[in-house]
């Protein structure tokens, strides 16, 4: 393996790590401002800046996806190039896209079946935060889920994980190891939102995705079949 595919592989490592970054930093941002309007608000006790904080998790985390969203835009943008063709948002074909969709969801259907079964009594903190805001306004907490879930996730995600990190891996050392090294990426990625068992599961998905993007090159139809994806947690949440 020469120097340029070393460059290669460790350009597409170095943009996760920086989403990875941005993502913390963002996110303990956004806890703190969160915290600091607590504090406005009267609120003195540690225990009540804690509960206040996981309360708005879901807001907290649905600014520092789409923060990190706009900052990797601008970066792209600013050297010039179109991230168009960078990230292959590219036409695709109908039957593409169905393929896709059904291959994504029917691995998520399943592994949400099985995590579900393994560990019934665990409770997702976004979800959580969600039935507080529909506490607050019914049906707040479902719409926070679905732009969560079905837009903001799905769409940051596979152009930091697809659209960047994989094509910089791909145009140095070819697809097959941009599948595994970008999947691998990605399961790493989900390890603080869900522990091993999430991260299994979307090193799984991940591969799924990285030959999603890899048949159709299109980013476009990984953006929607993850968004399809993303449904079995949708219904879960909804009639869990």
């Known amino acids: 393996m020469d120097k340029k595919q070393l460059k290669g592989i460790f350009a597409g490592?170095?943009?996760?790590l920086l989403y990875a970054c941005l993502m913390m930093v963002f996110q303990m941002l956004y806890t703190f401002v969160i915290m600091g309007i607590s504090y406005i608000g009267g609120t003195r006790k540690e225990t009540d800046f804690m509960s206040f904080a996981n309360n708005n998790l879901l807001t907290a985390a649905l600014l520092t996806i789409v923060s990190v969203g706009v900052i990797f835009y601008l970066i792209f943008k600013r050297r010039g190039k179109s991230v168009k063709i960078e990230w292959k948002l590219l036409p695709f074909t109908?039957?593409?896209l169905v393929i896709s969709v059904i291959a994504a969801v029917a691995y998520s259907v399943i592994f949400s079946l099985l995590a579900n079964y393994i560990s019934p009594e665990g409770t997702n903190p976004i979800f959580r935060s969600a039935n507080y805001y529909s506490g607050i306004f019914p049906g707040l907490g479902v719409f926070l889920i679905l732009l969560n879930l079905l837009v903001a996730a799905p769409v940051v995600e596979e152009i930091v994980m697809r659209g960047v990190v994989y094509t910089r891996i791909e145009n140095a050392v070819g697809s097959k190891s941009a599948i595994i090294i970008s999947?691998?990426?990605f399961g790493l990625m989900h390890v603080s939102a869900g522990g091993l068992i999430l991260a299994i599961g979307a090193v799984l998905m991940g591969l799924v995705f990285a030959l999603i993007f890899a048949k159709t090159n299109s980013l476009w139809v990984c953006i929607v079949a993850h968004s399809f994806a993303n449904i079995p947690d949708l219904l879960?949440?909804?009639?869990k």
């Open 94 to 96: 109908s039957k593409a």
């Open 236 to 239: 879960l949440y909804l009639y």
């Open 13 to 16: 490592i170095g943009y996760f």
């Open 183 to 185: 999947s691998l990426l």
